[in-house]
């Protein structure tokens, strides 16, 4: 024989269901309009800087933005990872450079004389930063 709860009891876990139910549907839709407003905040942020960079004179340091061989190295294996991944590339290193006529010319290093193939050449303007010539010798 079954015992059945009375009716009373029925009603009152089904409003307390209810409540929670409520309550934690109410905190999800809290917690996704402060997520709303925090990236809403953020573009604003960009577009505050986006009006500044018009009016505001650039920076540019008088040894280029490309100064020395440690810097042109990270900006070329940073560059070479997004396009040869990770991996391919610390098989590479370490970055060789060296500087001609405001160009950095960037190579990777082979680790196999004998071995087929060959590495990563980036070219960087020193002034600028710019990559301008980017290629994998095979």
Aim: glycine content about 6%; proline content about 3%; charged content about 20%.
């Amino acid at each position: 024989m079954s015992v059945m709860p009375d009716s009373s009891l029925l009603c009152y876990l089904f409003r307390m269901f209810t409540s929670l139910r409520l309550a934690s549907g109410s905190l999800l839709f809290l917690a996704l309009i402060i997520a709303q407003a925090s990236r809403e905040k953020e573009k604003e942020d960009f577009e505050f800087t986006r009006r500044q960079i018009h009016t505001a004179p650039n920076f540019v340091p008088k040894a280029g933005m490309d100064s020395d061989e440690s810097t042109a190295t990270a900006i070329a294996y940073a560059v070479a990872v997004l396009i040869y991944g990770k991996k391919v590339m610390d098989e590479e290193l370490p970055f060789r450079a060296d500087l001609k006529g405001g160009i950095w010319t960037v190579l990777g290093t082979l680790h196999c004389s004998s071995c087929a193939g060959g590495t990563v050449v980036i070219q960087i303007d020193k002034a600028t930063g710019q990559i301008v010539y980017l290629t994998h010798f095979q």
